[in-house]
């Protein structure tokens, strides 16, 4: 069935009701990038992260067989 057989004021109704969804994704998402961003911040700012990276620079030095 086309777009074109559903009476008009229903098909704007709809398109309406979704249009704020969408905008409601986007901000769950934006969220959940910022809380993400933050923790891993905090992760690599602190001593756990120094460590981490360090390790991880190490491991890929010996990999490379300059370490």
Do not use: C, N, W
């Not at 249009?19 to 756990?48: N, Q, S």
């Not at 981490?52 to 067989?65: I, Q």
């Amino acid at each position: 069935m086309s777009l074109h057989h559903l009476p008009r004021r229903k098909f704007r109704a709809t398109h309406r009701e979704e249009r704020g969804i969408t905008t409601a994704e986007y901000a769950v998402g934006t969220a959940a990038g910022a809380g993400l961003a933050g923790l891993l911040y905090k992760l690599l700012t602190g001593g756990f992260g120094d460590q981490l990276l360090k390790t991880l620079f190490d491991h890929v030095l010996g990999l490379l067989g300059i370490g």
